[in-house]
């Protein structure tokens, strides 16, 4: 059994920390036939191992030497028990189908299936379901029971194998969670020392650790998001406050085993059952698959040397002993007849090997450039069909697309991972051919940039007469789009500063502002008003006459600046108060009679006399009539 320290090393050198640790998990006492009453073989097979043991010892009572560990192994398949042949009576289908019911009663009885959570319990006897289903359907009865019983039992073995998986998976992550806890007992005591309280949200992260310490029904990013948000709010709390505390040490125990409590109560992680060790080995091959790559590749390179120094003598073996330990271990990780303590040797084996993988080596010279070539290869796949939908090709030369087009072509029995001399050299075709069209798009582009930022051109357009009578805001908007094409030229820049420029372009300002001059000159030529004196309004308009002109010669005003003119002159033009001897404060000193006629109109000043004089005057007409009348 190793130390626990020793694990601990193993994840700093290898960085498979998750790995490792599961390896100290399963590096404890197994069950053997002896000692374990559920195991995933036949009990029955298991005794009489056990009583064949027995009768190895010699005549004078001394035990024969046990076979290495590698030669009981290479054994198992040739012990495993054969199925009994059927009776006549017996249908295939049914003996088929007793074999894998009694196979899924061993799983059921395993300590993964106790350690499963709800989901992985649903989904194994879904696929047990299903298994069951294809037995009715696919067994035929001219066929041998045997042939049919492995293949189902191989396939429920696997799924089996996905129970436990996000328990055991997550060991490290409870063994995180019982070291913040005991790190917020002590974080407790010093706030109390301190006299502060612990804020709402790390108690409510501490329930939701305890949870997740009690049962075993939590996901693996649910776990992962209560270890993250737990540990940051510890530190943001002892760092906003300048409290210290001393690492915290858990027990042995604690360390060891990271299981929910009922399970770790149960003594779960202290002598583990087939289907425990079968689950650990699985998760550490899955932590260790991504160096494959490089082994293989760094013992190629040992492998055409003539001559090794010690140091890679000692490199090589260990790389050796890593590949034939994992492949021992992947092969009997499926192993119906596998023993337990047979598995437990291969895993321990495969971990130490790990242990010892250093590669001194970077890779050769030639190496990095296939790497290279392999990486540009995979870049130019990735864009091809972005490329190909993008303006600047669609708008490139037609001779440029087809030497585009020919060059990709030829990369078509390209792999990744053979690149040779000619490989590269079609690599380098298809980039230059990328860069030809790319390099029309730029030309143009910087061709752009600098006639938009010539400084004559420039000081032509801010000087002429239609930008000088642009509204302010335009004005304002242009020379800083100017100005940010200076400091970063690029094409989103320049098309900011064709907008603003073209809004300007596009509106003759300078002729607007002409037209509103001569209205506004007009207006105030004409206008009238009760409110003035015929003296204050001359004098009134000859001032805004002469604001006008001003404004006619400022070169930089614009129709903004008229149309303020003209509210103010209006204003002027009409004050609230009546000027005195204006004619509207005459007309308010004076009394005037008024008169509702027929339809209630009420007539003032000189519309009430009118009606009675237009009477008057008809009443005369008449006897002036009458007296001609007379007289003839």
């Not at 992947?330 to 047979?342: I, K, S």
């Amino acid at each position: 059994m190793y130390d626990i320290k020793w694990i601990g090393e193993i994840m700093n050198k290898n960085k498979i920390g998750i790995a490792v640790l599961l390896l100290g998990l399963s590096l404890g006492p197994v069950q053997t036939s002896q000692n374990y009453s559920i195991r995933l073989n036949n009990l029955a097979y298991a005794e009489e191992e056990q009583g064949e043991d027995s009768a190895k010892k010699s005549e004078d009572g001394e035990k024969k030497e046990e076979q290495p560990v590698t030669d009981r192994a290479a054994q198992d398949n040739t012990q495993a028990q054969p199925l009994k042949e059927t009776a006549p009576t017996t249908k295939v289908k049914e003996a088929v189908r007793t074999e894998v019911e009694n196979f899924n009663k061993e799983v059921e009885a395993s300590n993964v299936y106790s350690l499963a959570t709800k989901s992985e319990e649903e989904a194994y006897k879904k696929a047990y379901g299903a298994i069951l289903e294809k037995i009715e359907k696919e067994v035929k009865e001219d066929g041998k029971a045997e042939d049919y019983s492995a293949e189902y039992k191989q396939s429920l073995l696997k799924e089996s194998m996905e129970l436990g998986y996000t328990v055991v998976k997550n060991i490290p992550n409870r063994i995180k969670l019982r070291n913040l806890k005991a790190d917020l007992d002590q974080l407790e005591e010093a706030a109390k020392t301190a006299k502060l309280e612990l804020p709402a949200d790390l108690k409510t992260l501490a329930e939701s650790a305890d949870k997740i310490l009690a049962e075993k029904d939590h996901e693996t990013d649910e776990i992962e998001e209560n270890v993250k948000a737990f540990s940051d709010a510890i530190d943001k709390f002892k760092k906003d406050n300048k409290l210290t505390i001393k690492e915290s040490k858990l027990s042995d125990e604690e360390v060891k085993y990271g299981y929910p409590d009922d399970f770790y109560a149960k003594g779960f992680g202290k002598t583990k059952d087939l289907s425990e060790v079968r689950l650990d080995a699985k998760i550490f091959l899955e932590a260790t698959n991504s160096d494959d790559t490089k082994i293989e590749r760094r013992l190629g390179d040992l492998y055409k040397k003539d001559s090794l120094t010690d140091k890679e003598k000692e490199e090589k073996k260990n790389l050796e002993a890593y590949k034939s330990s994992k492949s021992n271990l992947e092969n009997n990780l499926y192993n119906l007849d596998v023993r337990v303590e047979n598995l437990k040797s291969y895993l321990d084996a495969y971990v130490v090997a790990v242990s010892k993988v250093i590669i001194n080596a970077e890779p050769s010279k030639d190496q990095k450039t296939i790497d290279d070539y392999a990486k540009r290869l995979k870049a130019i796949r990735d864009s091809d069909k972005d490329f190909r939908a993008s303006d600047k090709f669609k708008k490139a030369d037609e001779k440029l697309r087809k030497a585009y087009e020919d060059a990709y072509k030829a990369l078509d029995d390209i792999k990744e991972k053979e690149i040779d001399q000619d490989a590269k050299g079609k690599i380098e075709s298809v980039e230059k051919a990328k860069r030809d069209i790319e390099k029309v798009e730029e030309d143009v582009l910087i061709s752009k940039i600098a006639t938009a930022l010539n400084v004559d051109k420039n000081k032509e357009f801010t000087e002429s007469e239609n930008f000088r009578r642009a509204p302010k805001k335009l004005k304002e908007a242009y020379k800083k789009a100017f100005e940010d094409l200076g400091k970063k030229k690029t094409e989103e820049n320049l098309k900011a500063f064709e907008e603003a420029k073209k809004a300007i372009e596009d509106k003759d300002f300078a002729g607007e502002f002409n037209d509103k001059l001569k209205a506004l000159e007009k207006y105030i030529d004409q206008a009238k008003s009760d409110n003035l004196t015929e003296d204050s309004l001359k004098k009134l308009k000859k001032e805004y006459a002469d604001k006008l002109k001003d404004l006619k010669d400022n070169k930089d005003a614009n129709v903004d600046d008229i149309k303020a003119l003209e509210d103010d002159f209006n204003k002027d033009l009409n004050p609230e108060k009546p000027e005195k001897g204006s004619n509207k404060a005459k007309t308010t000193k004076r009394l005037v009679s008024t008169k509702k006629n027929a339809g209630g109109k009420v007539r003032t000043g000189v519309e009430s006399v009118l009606p009675l004089a237009g009477g008057v005057l008809v009443v005369a007409a008449i006897a002036l009539v009458l007296t001609r009348k007379k007289n003839k």
